[in-house]
């Protein structure tokens, strides 16, 4: 049941270039979506999160975008540094419900490398 | 910057033991979950824990996985009789009213040996 998708396991990227990190989604019923960052031995930091009324979100070096028609969004790093070297998770929630906030549905992550 | 604690960062056990894994979340939030990643896999949402009650819990989250909230600071996830298939990453996360955004811990690493 892969309700959220990252098809690339993996990418590389050369410092200051754009890294654009792909997620797809099935459910519809999503419509909060976040951008995790993790290092190896470290718990997933929020990064960047968008709401499905938006389909652009920009905080400094990181952008994510929604494309809601067709259940897909992304995330622009530029420029790329050395320190963003990590695996990258997108996860996507129903919203906030009567008594709390959804449980996050994860991807399965890309590591993203950046070359110096 | 507050942070979510866990507790032990590595807990090894025998098949059958009962394990503990402990939290802290961040002192002011109100919803409480577990998530776990089995090595190589994507992170899952196990249960969520609001009210001093659970919320929501998934198909994993059978009898043997029990939650608690026993002192208002920690949250706790016990498992009664460990499987081999329990080794994974267990990350507590907690999240503030009228806020969207879960903090996770570092995660405890349960190896079931």
């Known amino acids: 049941d892969q309700q959220v998708k990252q098809n690339s396991p993996s990418l590389s990227v050369q410092e200051g270039r754009i890294s654009i990190l792909n997620c797809d989604y099935t459910?519809?019923?999503?419509?909060?979506f976040l951008w995790y960052k993790k290092y190896p031995a470290e718990g997933p930091t929020f990064l960047i999160s968008i709401s499905s009324i938006k389909d652009k979100n920009e905080d400094g070096r990181f952008t994510v975008f929604l494309n809601k028609s067709a259940k897909h969004l992304s995330l622009h790093i530029v420029p790329s540094q050395p320190g963003d070297s990590a695996v990258y998770f997108c996860?996507?929630?129903?919203?906030?419900?009567?008594?709390?906030?959804?449980?996050?549905?994860f991807g399965t992550g890309t590591r993203l490398t950046i070359i110096p | 910057e507050p942070e979510v604690t866990q507790t032990p960062s590595h807990q090894v056990t025998q098949m059958g033991q009962e394990v503990i894994l402990r939290c802290v979340p961040i002192?002011?939030?109100?919803?409480f979950y577990w998530y776990r990643q089995i090595l190589g896999q994507k992170v899952e949402f196990l249960v969520s824990?609001?009210?001093?009650?659970?919320?929501?819990k998934s198909e994993i989250f059978d009898d043997q996985f029990s939650v608690e909230r026993p002192d208002g600071s920690n949250f706790t996830l016990k498992i009664r009789s460990t499987k081999l298939e329990d080794s994974a990453m267990y990350f507590c996360?907690?999240?503030?009213?009228?806020?969207?955004?879960?903090?996770f811990g570092a995660g405890t690493r349960l190896s079931v040996l």
């Open positions: 996860a996507a929630s129903e919203g906030i419900s009567n008594f709390g906030n959804e449980k996050l549905t």
């Open positions: 459910n519809s019923m999503f419509d909060y």
């Open positions: 824990f609001y009210n001093n009650e659970i919320s929501e």
């Open positions: 996360a907690s999240i503030g009213r009228q806020e969207n955004i879960q903090y």
């Open positions: 002192s002011n939030h109100l919803y």
